[in-house]
């Protein structure tokens, strides 16, 4: 088992942009999107911001090919591999959406260096669109940080990671994040 976990948030770590908001630009929907946002919660405005682009006739290709030309932190694809060749344990704590993730990770050749990805599920429906899903269903079973948005604790994921490898004898983990999203999960080191 890996010594050294390092744990990657997503947006504006590994890629440089918000990849939500970089799909709904991309594809011209911003000024919706900015009507829609004060209305409901992210996840359910990016949803209906899918919904909106699919019915304009965007299709999943649009979609991967918007996110296959999203900026890539400079370094950060050959820190991973390298990593990743020496042994850690790399995972991801994303409050961005599976699609999304492995769309990018897919193109950019690292998606099998993560052993792990946690983060707001996203399928292609019957239809072939796309539809993203909060990580918990906050109405029915809330999570009760209040430092944290409430589809997603990543505090509360960094805590169960722990308690699958403490187990396991003396790890270290590292956590890389870039912002307010961010302070939750790195209280919990």
């Not at 990849?19 to 209305?39: H, I, K, R």
């Not at 299709?59 to 999203?70: F, G, S």
Request: with cysteine.
């Amino acid at each position: 088992m890996a010594e050294i976990m390092i744990v990657f948030d997503f947006d504006k770590t590994i890629i440089e942009v918000d990849s939500d908001n970089w799909v709904v630009d991309e594809l011209g929907a911003t000024d919706l999107f900015n009507q829609l946002l004060p209305t409901m919660p992210w996840n359910s405005v990016m949803d209906k911001m899918i919904n909106e682009l699919h019915s304009q006739g965007k299709t999943i290709e649009d979609i991967k090919q918007v996110l296959r030309r999203a900026p890539i932190h400079p370094n950060i694809v050959p820190a991973i591999k390298k990593a990743h060749s020496l042994g850690c344990d790399l995972r991801i704590v994303s409050d961005a959406n599976i699609f999304f993730i492995e769309t990018i990770l897919d193109h950019l050749g690292i998606k099998d260096c993560f052993s792990e990805i946690n983060t707001n599920p996203s399928y292609v429906d019957e239809k072939g669109r796309l539809r993203i899903s909060p990580y918990i269903d906050f109405h029915s079973c809330p999570h009760g940080c209040s430092l944290c948005p409430p589809n997603m604790c990543k505090g509360k994921i960094i805590e169960r990671i722990q308690a699958s490898f403490s187990k396991e004898g003396n790890k270290r983990m590292i956590y890389l994040g870039d912002g307010i999203g961010d302070f939750c999960p790195s209280l919990k080191l």
